[in-house]
């Protein structure tokens, strides 16, 4: 595959994401009591992507990088919401001086998508990761406590996020996943003999086929600091912080065409359990430059996996975007575990992954 196949998606999702944004609102549009130049009420209602805890897209390089043997890598994620009220729960939420829980729900689409560019001769994409997922959100939202005061709208809200995914995961190949198999009349891989045992097996990194589906589900707890700031029209969130629980079943779709074989179970594991936490805070005000800062981390334990795999991974991160660049950022994050990129599953990476980054989730206002 060329090297124009990682431009042409790179440049295409991009292009999506900045033609998602809103532009800058003039100054006398502006929030009351920020900076020139700072972001409009309606601006940032309008942001698209009302989806609580859409991934964002990044741009990186692994150091170091001889386990990856790669120039630079793209984690690419782009998201088609289908049907959204979490809007309306929110401003429900917001408006009811009670602590009652609003409850709104979302559907949404994503494609996402890891390519890395090789330092092979003509520096191949091998092989790139095609992540099409369906999503269904629902969220409850509620201020802190009953509060019947003249400022009632400035109470913090406490929040959870649950979801249900169900997902695919595959490279795009044709050839036989694993050194020794053949391909048969039927068109199933399969080893000419006795099937070595797990600790035998060897993946072809050539054009080996791996293939998956799967289902997961997760729920999270949010607590939202409201910004009291003074905006004209709406009230935003100045920081967040958040707490979860993701589990990720590849066994209950294997049968379906497609999905995960028995002999890659075997080696790459049918569960995966995470614990994720986060923190964010938007910074909007005269004395810095408007954007977002964010801390985030997962542990994630992978029953079942075989010890050429691991059984445990790990990744702490930490990223700053910047509203005058459209959202784009910076990023450095620590990965430890298992090489999560297809073919590469039976590496063990312990890396420094440093780069740019672009969207995830709209910052989070109420209508006052």
Known sequence: MSTRVFYASAMLLMAAHANAQPTRAPDAARPIGSAPGALATNRLRAATLDLPLAERS???????????????????????????TIRASYDSAFQDRRAKWHVGWAGSFSMMSALRM???????????SYMP???????????????????????????????????????GQDGCLFVGQTENTDGDCAFAG?????????????????????????????????????????????????????????????????????????????????????????????????????????????????AQVGSVRVSMEVGRSFDAMQGTGLFARYYRGQDDYNLGFLNKLSVVQLGMVLGGEARIGFRN
């Open 58 to 84: 990044y741009m990186l390089v692994n150091v170091p990088n001889d386990r990856t043997n790669e120039l630079f890598e793209g984690q690419l994620a782009l998201h088609f919401p289908i049907r959204s």
């Open 118 to 128: 090789t330092r092979e001769s003509s520096a191949p994409v091998r092989t790139p």
């Open 133 to 171: 997922r369906a999503r269904l959100q629902w969220v409850g939202t509620r201020r802190d406590s009953a509060f019947t005061g003249p400022f009632a709208p400035l109470s913090d809200h406490d929040q959870w996020v649950v979801d249900a995914i169900v997902g695919h995961y595959s490279n």
């Open 194 to 306: 006795a099937r070595p045992s797990v600790a035998e097996l060897r993946v072809n990194r050539h054009d080996g086929s791996f293939s998956s589906h799967y289902v997961e589900g997760g729920a999270a707890w949010r607590h939202l600091a409201i910004d009291t700031a003074g905006f004209k029209d709406d009230s935003y969130v100045r920081s967040v912080w958040s707490a979860g629980l993701r589990y990720r079943n590849y066994t209950l779709l294997s049968g379906i065409g497609g999905g995960m074989t028995q002999e890659l179970q075997d080696l790459y594991g049918p569960h995966r359990i995470r614990a994720v936490g986060s923190y964010s805070r938007e910074t909007n005000d005269t004395r810095k430059v408007p954007g977002r800062l964010w801390v985030e981390g997962f542990i994630e334990a992978m029953p079942g996996a075989a």
